[in-house]
């Protein structure tokens, strides 16, 4: 059993051993051990030049014009909320720059940090960026839930010669999932742009990405003690989206429900309904999709709000329900 | 029959080279500056005039062709301030590199891109230097990274670039260039922050004509003084119009 915050620093530890042009940087990285340790031990091994200790503004840019002079740097959002600050050196300079070149310039670096709600960290720490960076074409954007996918994750993003926006959630830091023998080998890559089936169903689809995959698999296993059968989709990837992986589930079971912790408008799940109208699975859907979202209101920081404006298991349960009409 | 011209220019077969006076740079935490006298051969200042001419020719033509509605969008025109790529480009060598906004054109060809392509990639061509696909503002080449269009935005990746000098340890500096109005920028602060602590090879170059769009920099800058607003790094005030004035400084930075 490994947490999500161990697979990451393995990861991190394989890549920085395996290429000498990956480093890491961001405020805390090096002697603090990171500000969620996920990079423990890390500067103690490898140093001051492969981990790098930032001040709390500026970084951004210079990490992605390291990139475009042939380093592959990992960049550390403390959270994404501080990406806000940085969000031209993402997209203006980093999304845009190898189309802009014409292929002349590349950029391989990867963004990554804790995104979306934590715990009474309230409004300006809590949001989720998935929609925004799901929605810049140049960028490859991804968000693990398992201690695997975070692993195998960011281990294709650092060896990925596109800007890459890795999305983790705080909260699953500390959670420990099983991790299979081929999972722990140092080549092991989970990759990008494909979802993964996380169980078997034949009634409804849930497709979601991150923490409520979690929410996704408890409301499975309650629904299937009332004879409900729920397929979970991990779509481990925002973009390029697995909608094929989306589609053959839909034809399968002809209802669909996405789960996600961003606000609804312009959302993920907003994405996955308007592709699945668009493609062959909409004559298989016998009801109209459902999307469990977070509330659309800025997260307030009282524990029974906070809880009221994620998506919890009830939820998931309340809208599978409301698309079997039962 | 064919005709032969002679052309009888003895005084230029007697001087292989010359020896110029150009004007003292201002200093900022610096007890010397660039040397006061610059010497130039005949190559070289045969060289600096015909690709200042040509960068002259180009953007005068650009220009042209813009009223034309032949180039679109956006056109920022380099003719008056030619002395600059081409005094820093001579400087340095081609294994360095430069970074510059979105006034890119001189830059551009001083680095080795033709003509044609510069001329081809404002047309909007497959010709062009970049396929067509980014158009004025964002042309590159080998060590070359544009031509950027948002204001500032270029100078954190030029330190980001001297960051990756300093790693691979080429020997090789970072030109980063911004404007008189950028240099009000909060980003240029936080990278000249990083560049001091980190001991960047980076060599920021702000290109002050005067204005920001329409807005003089009385207007716009609560000091004018750009070559000290990098504080604890040391500045020079090289006088811009000079294209051996330009030469000089910008060798003794890359030295420092």
């Known amino acids: 059993q490994v947490t999500v915050r161990d697979a990451l620093n393995q990861a991190l530890d394989e890549e920085l051993e395996r290429d000498e042009r990956v480093f890491l940087l961001g405020e805390e990285v090096a002697q603090y051990d990171g500000a969620y340790k996920i990079s423990r031990g890390l500067w103690k091994k490898y140093g001051d030049k492969r981990v790098i200790d930032t001040p709390i503004m500026g970084f951004t840019g210079i990490a992605v014009g390291a990139a475009m002079a042939g380093l592959r740097p990992v960049c550390e959002f403390m959270t994404f909320n501080f990406s806000m600050q940085a969000i031209d050196q993402v997209i203006n300079s980093a999304a845009k720059t190898c189309y802009m070149s014409a292929g002349a310039i590349a950029v391989p670096i990867v963004f990554r940090g804790p995104n979306g709600a934590s715990a009474g960290v309230a409004a300006q720490h809590s949001q989720c960026f998935a929609a925004w960076y799901g929605h810049c074409p140049g960028l490859k954007v991804v968000s693990p839930w398992s201690s695997e996918d975070a692993k195998g994750l960011l281990k294709a993003s650092i060896r990925d010669d596109n800007p890459v926006v890795m999305l983790e959630n705080e909260l699953l830091y500390g959670v420990p999932f099983e991790m299979s023998e081929q999972a722990q080998s140092k080549d092991f890559i989970v990759p990008i742009g494909k979802a993964k089936i996380e169980r078997q169903g034949t009634h409804v689809t849930l497709v979601s990405h991150s923490r409520p995959v979690g929410h996704c698999l408890e409301a499975a296993a309650v629904l299937a003690k009332e004879g409900v059968e729920c397929e979970v989709i991990n779509l481990r990837t925002i973009r390029p989206m697995d909608i094929e992986t989306v589609e053959a589930s839909v034809v399968k079971t002809n209802h669909l429900v996405t789960v996600e912790g961003g606000w609804p408008q312009f959302g993920v799940g907003a994405e996955i309904c308007a592709r699945i109208m668009e493609g062959s699975a909409f004559n298989y859907l016998d009801a109209p999709a459902v999307r469990v979202t977070g509330a659309d209101v800025p997260m307030p920081y009282a524990k029974i709000l906070e809880d009221n404006c994620i998506p919890q298991v009830k939820d998931i349960i309340f809208a599978v329900k409301k698309t079997l009409n039962i | ?256």
């Open chain 2, 1 to 256: 029959a064919s005709r032969v011209m002679v052309a009888s220019r003895n005084y230029a077969d007697f001087a292989n080279e010359a020896t110029f006076e150009i004007k003292k740079c201002d200093l900022h935490r610096l007890e010397e500056g660039p040397s006061t006298t610059a010497v130039m051969t005949r190559e070289e200042g045969l060289h600096y005039y015909k690709t200042m001419q040509t960068i002259r020719r180009m953007e005068l033509k650009s220009d042209q062709l813009y009223k034309q509605k032949i180039i679109r969008g956006f056109c920022h025109l380099y003719d008056g301030q030619e002395a600059c790529c081409v005094g820093l480009e001579v400087a340095i060598k081609p294994t360095d590199h430069v970074i510059t906004a979105y006034r890119a054109h001189g830059f551009t060809y001083a680095r080795g891109v033709p003509v044609r392509e510069i001329l081809a990639e404002l047309t909007g061509r497959k010709g062009g230097c970049v396929k067509g696909k980014g158009g004025s503002m964002h042309m590159y080449t080998k060590n070359f990274y544009g031509g950027n269009g948002i204001v500032g935005a270029q100078v954190p990746l030029g330190a980001g670039i001297a960051l990756a000098c300093k790693y691979f340890g080429k020997n090789e500096v970072c030109l980063t260039l911004y404007g008189d109005g950028a240099a009000n920028q909060g980003q240029i602060f936080e990278t000249y922050n990083m560049a001091a602590l980190w001991k960047l090879p980076c060599i920021f170059i702000c290109e002050n004509n005067r204005y920001g769009m329409g807005t003089s920099v009385e207007r716009a800058a609560a000091s004018t003084d750009y070559y000290k607003r990098g504080d604890f790094i040391p500045g020079l005030r090289v006088d811009g119009m000079d294209v051996l004035c330009v030469r000089e400084a910008a060798k003794f930075a890359a030295e420092y």
